[in-house]
């Protein structure tokens, strides 16, 4: 494919993927969460999260599916291009086999086509995390999500873009380099897991007083990851996984909570909270560019 040809697919890709975003985005972002908010005032941890918590977090995770989509998409061009110009295969893969076993089989392609894409996701996600809390311009993207002094539902959404399009640059870029689904069975995986992730981490995120000790090492919890963005350095580099502890168990950074173990969150009188979603957006690339010319 020629450069222009490559670049007018890019642009009417995106131009088409930010159309069918609305309205489906702003529906899914406030409806969602409408159980989890109801849920945080009859089972609290703290003092119940006010609907100006909720506001802010909503508003900017829409700008930052916005603005964090174009590079998703260039991932996905520059794989499938690369891909070509070096001659690789990639493997062929397919549900419908564990679709056609006898019994089992539509659960488990519909497992398979949640857990296969999330693990792969989880794997990139757990380093990525790792290194946003060790190297100080990528800190200075992700620290945002941290700044979240009453951690709520909506606390999953708080990303900076430049964060979000860098986390998932990557495993887009490498599931494109080495695996070939079939387009109709790549969308019903991409959705499901995507479903499954979104509800997962809004659960988790949540300020719900819950404590299911039998699930910390399966899936992540709220109690698990309130520890993650516990305020107390105690807590700091624990907890990174973002569906899976299987890989914080793995790589020696998992912190099992204990009975009633609920801390503060935040980041103190360091850092408060940005006051704007715009603030939310473009101080942290000042503050990066920062520390990427004075380390």
């Keep these: 494919m020629h450069h222009r040809e490559l670049v007018m697919t890019y642009l009417h890709v995106l131009m088409a993927s930010w159309r069918d975003m609305y309205p489906s985005v702003y529906v899914f972002s406030v409806g969602s969460l409408i159980p989890f908010v109801i849920a945080e005032r009859l089972w609290p941890i703290d003092t119940p999260p006010r609907f100006r918590d909720y506001g802010f977090n909503v508003v900017l995770s829409l700008s930052t599916a916005y603005l964090s989509l174009p590079l998703g998409i260039l991932a996905a061009l520059w794989s499938e291009q690369l891909r070509h110009a070096v001659g690789w295969n990639p493997i062929s893969i ?20 949640i857990f296969v894409p999330l693990f792969i996701h989880d794997l990139w996600f757990y380093w990525s995390h790792r290194l946003e809390h060790r190297w100080g311009p990528l ?14 539902a909506s606390t999953w959404a708080r990303d900076h873009f430049l964060q979000a399009a860098w986390r998932s ?47 910390d090492a399966i899936v992540v919890t ?13 807590y700091h580099n624990k907890n990174f996984a ?35 979603p715009w603030s939310a957006q473009w101080s942290p690339i000042a503050a990066a560019t920062r520390k990427l010319w004075r380390p």
């Design 242 to 276: 973002d569906a899976l502890p299987l890989f914080d168990i793995v790589f020696g950074t998992y912190h099992r909570p204990r009975r009633g173990e609920f801390p503060a969150t935040g980041l103190g009188e360091g850092f408060p909270a940005p006051r704007s």
């Design 139 to 152: 800190w200075a993207l992700h620290r945002i999500h941290h700044s979240d002094e009453c951690m709520n």
């Design 94 to 113: 397919t549900f419908d086999d564990l679709g056609a076993l006898a019994g089992v089989g539509p659960a488990l392609e519909l497992v398979a086509m």
């Design 169 to 215: 640059f990557f495993s887009i870029f490498t599931l494109g380099m080495i695996v070939d689904l079939d387009l109709t069975q790549a969308g019903k995986a991409a959705l499901y897991s995507n479903l499954f992730l979104t509800a997962l981490s809004m659960f988790y995120h949540s300020a719900i007083r819950v404590r299911i000790p039998w699930l």
């Design 222 to 234: 709220p109690q698990v990851h309130r520890i993650h963005h516990g305020a107390d350095p105690a």
